[in-house]
């Protein structure tokens, strides 16, 4: 039951931590980042961005790292840091919506395989939502649960304890469900392994050799998921299905 609580409790700081930033330092350096941005002196501010991205990691950080290279035009980088942000708070709109304008100025127009009804509607479900949201909502939960299971051990009318306890279970099986789902936010964050292609134009190739068959050709500003390596090389597979190998130089992890 401890490491249940401390894994619980370690998932929730996890999410709280990364949604917002600390209140020393880094807090300045962000208000000096946020006024030169204002400014339009995106490149400073990117600077002074990435002096606090080499400490935390946060939403609003990876947004606001976005926002200035779309400004000074370099898509694939803006990709980079509104996916980042996205892990870790899918359901910003600003943030769709700009990823979505930056993906419409790339090349590619890469249609995704059709899913069935209930895989798309239990990756939709997963992923909407961040570590806070599902981490939190369990923790209330729990409490509800607890408070209504206590009407079941005081005197009260039978039927009273009865439906607490009917109740209070219910609950307490919404509250071990929630706790998955943010354990598969977490795991989402750390285990899902995309890139944006940033070489203008790439050659995916067969195999991991130079000397190897040219299978397609992908641009910059795509999004590829990577499923294996091998030294310089990632073995990719594009939203179609099709699978290739290109090599890490070519890419930015995201």
């Known amino acids: 039951m401890k490491k ?18 600390p209140k020393d330092s880094a807090q300045i350096i962000m208000q000096d980042a ?41 898509v694939p980088e803006a990709i980079v840091y509104y996916e980042r942000s996205l892990k870790y708070d899918p359901e910003n ?3 769709l919506a700009n990823l979505k304008q930056a993906n419409k100025l790339i090349t590619d127009d890469i249609r995704e395989l059709p899913q069935t009804a209930v895989s798309q509607w239990w990756y939709n479900f997963t992923r909407n939502k961040s570590i806070n949201f599902w981490a939190q909502l369990s923790i209330y939960l729990m409490v509800a649960a607890f408070l ?19 109740l209070g279970s219910l609950l307490v099986l919404a509250g071990i469900f929630t706790f998955f789902l943010a354990n598969t936010a977490k795991n989402n964050i750390e285990n899902d392994n995309y890139a944006i292609i940033f070489t203008p134009k790439v050659d995916v190739m067969s195999e991991p050799k130079d000397n190897g068959s040219r299978l397609f050709v992908i ?13 310089e090389w990632f073995e990719i597979k594009l939203a179609n299905g099709a699978i290739g190998w290109i090599k890490k130089e070519d890419c930015k992890v995201i």
């Open 4 to 21: 249940v609580v401390t894994i619980f409790l370690g998932l929730l700081i996890f999410g709280s931590a990364l949604a917002t930033l």
């Open 34 to 74: 946020n006024k030169l941005y204002e400014s339009s002196e995106y490149v400073e501010a990117i600077n002074l961005y990435k002096k606090i991205e080499a400490e935390f990691r946060s939403p609003i950080l990876f947004y606001n790292i976005g926002n200035c290279y779309f400004k000074i035009g370099n």
């Open 93 to 95: 709109e600003n943030t």
């Open 148 to 166: 209504i299971l206590i009407l079941a051990v005081v005197r009260t009318p039978n039927f009273i304890r009865k439906f607490s306890m009917l």
């Open 219 to 231: 641009h910059d500003g795509l999004k590829v998921d990577i499923i294996s390596e091998n030294n």
